[in-house]
């Protein structure tokens, strides 16, 4: 299935936005193990979310599928090494071909139990909770930040504690912090010591209630629609100034692509302001889910780019830099890349397709950032859109609330 899509000339609405997913899978594996009597309120509707609900409560189920959620992944697979019982935890084939191996070295060092059931470094795994006696390990700061913080939230109940020693650059800092302020929430104190260093004491989380905030990183699209749109003015109620969320930084960046920001105690008005920079020099190490959002808005808006940081991207839910380089053609724009973890584009047009297919990888990003873009492209396609699901399951609804036009194509 296709979707093209019409935009309005002008978007004026107010749009509720998807609880954060980040909060809301912390929330969860964090109120586990605090045995909580309260349930995480307005926790996010969408299918990663889902499927770490249904997980922690298999009621006994042997095999746990996380389908292509690889945050439940990561999280799932140090909650279960200090959960009595032995599961195997998998997922799709394109998880079963996303590394876990720095993750599963880290949990056996604390004395975890995990077999590999096909591919070395690979789910699925077969884990045995057990009591973890283990009190330090060393970690390269520059793996994905859902490992640190797997390991973070399973800290306080490790028979010692835990130190963590981070070596080299701390990459996605802000994910990082996300995780200590949620653990905070329930009552456990994590201490940096000497920069790169974690203390975390054995302790106890607290039971308390907790409710997840609006998603920023579903707030980038509507902010990128701003920016492409004609005139417009969009409400988001449920974002504050002071977020968990290190995504938050996207509202400064959009700042020089046009659109401005004004808090009003219940969330945040979006206005056209007209004043874009030249170009766009950014890094993105602590925000590598807004890259594809600013790829495509950069390009469409004709203000060339260089974007570091992105080095996470090859292990996402696709390869995100080989994928945005090669839609991005299909627009017409020669994106390049370098090193691995930069993506540049310094105003070098080709030949762009007549009515351009986006594929979207099994990738909900890949959708939702290329999706405006038919704003200026109004013959583009977006292939398989139903992957939106995964973190932002009525995108499409809300962009039929502003006026958007869909069309099933094939």
């Known amino acids: 299935m296709r979707y093209r899509l019409t935009f309005p000339s002008r978007i004026h609405s107010a749009i509720r936005l998807p609880s954060s997913k980040s909060i809301s899978n912390r929330a ?47 999280f799932l697979t140090a909650y279960l090494s200090v959960t009595s019982g032995t599961h195997i935890i998998t997922g799709t084939g394109r998880m079963r071909q996303r590394p876990v191996r720095v993750l599963v070295d880290a949990l056996r060092e604390l ?29 390269r700061g520059d793996v994905s930040s859902q490992y640190i913080s797997a390991l973070l939230m399973i800290a306080p109940v490790l028979q010692h504690g835990l130190r963590l020693f981070l070596t080299g650059e701390v990459i996605s800092r802000p994910y990082i912090d996300l995780t200590l302020q949620v653990m905070a929430a329930f009552g456990v104190r994590a201490v940096w010591d000497s920069g790169n260093s974690l203390i975390i004491e054995h302790q106890s989380y607290r039971s308390v209630p907790f409710t997840v905030e609006s998603d920023w990183s579903a ?17 988001l109620p449920g974002l504050f100034r002071n977020s968990y969320q290190g995504d938050s930084r996207g509202a400064e960046i959009f700042s020089r692509l046009g659109v401005g920001t004004t808090f009003t105690g219940q969330g945040v008005l979006l206005t056209k302001t007209g004043r874009r920079v030249e170009r766009l020099v950014e890094d993105f190490v602590d925000i590598p889910d807004l890259a594809q959002t600013f790829v495509v808005t950069c390009a469409l808006l004709d203000i060339p780019f260089h974007f570091t940081g992105l080095q996470t991207l ?33 105003g070098v047009y080709i030949q762009p397709q007549e009515s351009p297919v986006i594929e979207t990888y099994e990738d909900h990003r890949m959708a939702m950032a290329f999706a405006p873009a038919a704003i200026c492209c109004p013959q583009l396609m977006i292939a398989e859109p139903q992957v939106v699901t995964k973190s932002y399951p009525d995108y499409w609804e809300d962009l039929k609330k502003v006026g958007v036009c869909l069309q099933i194509v094939g």
């Open 28 to 74: 969860l594996i964090i109120n586990a193990l605090a045995h909580g009597r309260f349930t995480p309120d307005n926790l996010s509707d969408c299918d990663d979310t889902r499927v770490m609900v249904k997980a922690l409560n298999h009621e006994g189920e042997d095999v746990i599928d996380v389908m292509a959620a690889g945050t439940a992944m990561r």
């Open 111 to 139: 004395g975890a139990q995990i077999e590999y059931l096909e591919h070395e470094g690979y789910p699925p795994l077969r884990i045995t909770g057990k009591t973890l006696t283990g009190q330090a390990i060393r970690l």
């Open 219 to 235: 707030a980038s699209y509507w902010y990128q629609i701003t920016a492409l749109s004609q005139s417009g003015e969009v409400e």
């Open 314 to 346: 090859k292990i996402k839910e696709t390869d995100r830099i080989a994928a945005l380089i090669a839609e991005m053609a299909k627009l017409g724009y020669a994106i390049c890349e370098k090193n691995g973890s930069e993506l540049i584009w310094d």
